[in-house]
């Protein structure tokens, strides 16, 4: 089975399923949300190994922090995946609640 390389993967905002969403076939990957207090608390982040080393949860959590910056809305990284992201991209950290 091919699969797009890195960066030519979409990203779909699933709103009523509240996640982000990213895959090939039978697989996906995802980024879990829920909106508390009115802010976006991160919940899990999932890559089945069939995709991994392809960015999928790099491009997942960004375009969760870049609906939260656009909506206005404070971040809570309970995914230690989300945590670690913003740590290691400062651009993000002034999302957190």
């Not at 919940?43 to 939260?68: I, N, Y």
Request: proline residues 6%.
């Amino acid at each position: 089975m091919n699969f797009p390389a890195p960066g030519e993967t979409t990203v779909r905002h699933n709103a009523a399923a509240s996640r982000f969403e990213a895959g090939e076939g039978a697989y996906l990957a995802v980024a879990e949300y829920v909106i508390a207090d009115g802010r976006m608390v991160f919940t899990h982040t999932l890559v089945p190994p069939e995709l991994r080393g392809r960015g999928l949860a790099e491009q997942l959590v960004r375009a969760g922090l870049e609906l939260a910056r656009a909506e206005g809305r404070r971040v809570v990284p309970q995914c230690s995946y989300v945590a670690a992201f913003i740590q290691r991209h400062p651009e993000f950290q002034s999302l957190l609640a």
